[in-house]
């Protein structure tokens, strides 16, 4: 799977995104300063939110403490939409960044709108059960990034299916914790592992942790292939997303921990590394003498033992310390001196 020049899937690095979402705060040039930050923290990609609250709530939709409470939840999404003219401006934008331009939409005119900006869709949780969107979506033919918090894996399966039989061929899926912020107790980054063994797709962790580090890293040695946080200009700003986004400093620290455990991970080879040629050399035992040994002496446990070599020549392997025992030395050996088979009579000489 690609999304624009990036491979997606375990084994490739994993695609980072910012999610901006609407921490614009309505503020054209915030929006702009967020993907400003976000390519100076080093992530591939910054996404944006395209919603519109008469397409996304009941107008009489009641009040939610965690939004505001002397507003609906429609009126408070009405406050966070993002103004359509902006998209081609944000995408030119991403570009001179060198970073993707991505956005989740809600509805069907988002679908349409923002086709010729984005590489790849972004399906939120709220929608997977939405299939007639799901299927609009699939049509496009572009790669999709499917999120499922707040849903049963029988849920999650067929809005898989929903999105296949509607001609998607390159599907990855988040998994995610809708709790915002998550306990870092409860983000259960082991579900990565189901949904990649259930789907045999790409899979990913949409994080809502306020720790930079714990749950990426965690999520990268699951094999994660694609990881989304919030981030924020400021957290003290005003708005629902603000307060469990990232700063800048912290998502810069969330792409370097990202990067370290990549390279931390390895390739799960199994042999002698080059850097630890020194200690192969000084620090694996072999067979030594640990007394003089003179010419057509006896080797016994009292004059020889497994030990390292430090900078003495290796001796013989660990393995052969018994068969040495009550052999003949064909020379003398020094003290320390490793000990190895051509130290040894042979054993058809000392028959004759």
């Not at 910012?18 to 309505?26: D, I, M, T, V």
């Not at 930079?212 to 694609?226: E, L, M």
């Not at 390739?267 to 694996?284: F, K, P, S």
């Not at 390292?308 to 290796?314: A, C, I, T, Y």
Request: overall charge negative; charged content about 30%.
């Amino acid at each position: 799977m690609e999304i624009g020049s990036h491979q997606i899937g375990t084994g490739d690095e994993t695609f980072v995104i910012a999610e901006a979402g609407s921490n614009h705060n309505g503020d054209f040039e915030t929006a702009k300063e967020l993907i400003d930050r976000g390519a100076e923290a080093g992530v591939d990609a910054v996404k944006f939110q395209v919603f519109a609250a008469d397409d996304l709530y009941v107008e009489n939709s009641g009040t939610d403490e965690d939004l505001a409470e002397d507003q609906s939840i429609h009126d408070v999404i009405s406050t966070l939409e993002l103004p359509r003219k902006w998209i081609p401006e944000l995408h030119e934008h991403c570009e001179r960044r060198d970073v993707l331009f991505l956005a989740t939409p809600f509805d069907q005119r988002a679908i349409e709108l923002l086709d010729e900006h984005i590489p790849a869709y972004k399906i939120a949780s709220s929608s997977i059960t939405h299939l007639a969107f799901l299927e609009r979506i699939a049509e496009t033919g572009k790669p999709i990034i499917m999120s499922t918090g707040a849903h049963e894996l029988a849920e999650v399966k067929t809005a898989v299916q929903t999105l296949r039989e509607a001609g998607a061929t390159d599907v990855a899926l988040f998994h995610c914790v809708s709790s915002y912020p998550t306990p870092i107790n409860r983000i259960n980054v082991r579900a990565i592992d189901t949904l990649r063994e259930t789907f045999s797709v790409p899979v990913g962790l949409s994080d809502h942790t306020t720790d930079p580090v714990i749950a990426p890293a965690a999520a990268v040695s699951r094999g994660a292939a694609i990881l989304e946080k919030h981030f924020t200009l400021d957290r003290s700003m005003e708005g629902p997303d603000h307060s469990f986004a990232l700063e800048p400093a912290e998502l810069a620290e969330m792409v370097d921990a990202v990067r370290k455990t990549e390279n931390a991970l390895g390739d799960g080879n199994i042999g002698v590394q080059e850097i630890e040629a020194h200690t192969y050399e000084v620090a694996r035992r072999s067979v030594h003498a640990t007394r003089d040994i003179a010419e057509g002496e006896t080797l016994t446990k009292e004059k020889v033992a497994v030990l390292r070599p430090g900078k003495q020549d290796k001796g013989a392997p660990p393995a052969d310390y018994d068969d040495l025992l009550g052999r003949t030395a064909k020379a003398p050996i020094e003290k320390d001196a490793g000990i190895t088979w051509d130290d040894i009579v042979d054993p058809m000489q000392e028959d004759q």
